[in-house]
């Protein structure tokens, strides 16, 4: 009976730590997630039902970092395009095409530039063409 009751309250606090450090700073209400771990680690228990019951965020959605490369179906293009992984996954780009992407704006920018220059040299010129 011991050991059941300390496996649980084990599994518990494993439970409350792992949750609390994955989370992100917005995600943790009432104190820092700093003293929720202490809290957790010196009072097992408690510290761990206290975050469960007001600690823990249910509002938002947690996005949790994925480990290695992401996997991909041979199924249709159309049902992994549905899926919001696959969504956000189309929005990240490579690091090619956001060098690309600075290339383009840099070189926008810089045309802009010229074509100021150019604009205010030919109001100069017809300053000066109109005389006094």
Do not use: N
């Not at 209400?29 to 809290?39: A, E």
């Amino acid at each position: 009976m011991y050991a059941l009751f300390s496996i649980v309250i084990l599994v518990l606090v494993v439970a409350a730590l792992v949750d609390i450090i994955t989370r992100q700073d917005g995600q943790v209400k009432h104190l820092p997630k700093v003293v929720w771990v202490l809290l957790v680690i010196f009072l097992p228990m408690i510290g761990s039902l206290l975050w469960f019951v007001i600690g823990h965020d249910y509002d938002t959605p947690v996005v949790r970092p994925q480990l290695g490369a992401p996997r991909r179906r041979a199924g249709s293009a159309s049902s992994a395009e549905a899926t919001p992984t696959a969504q956000a996954e189309r929005r990240i780009s490579s690091t090619e095409e956001q060098l690309a992407s600075l290339d383009r704006e840099i070189a926008f920018h810089a045309e802009q530039a010229r074509i100021r220059r150019i604009e205010a040299e030919l109001a100069e010129r017809r300053r000066l063409a109109e005389g006094p």
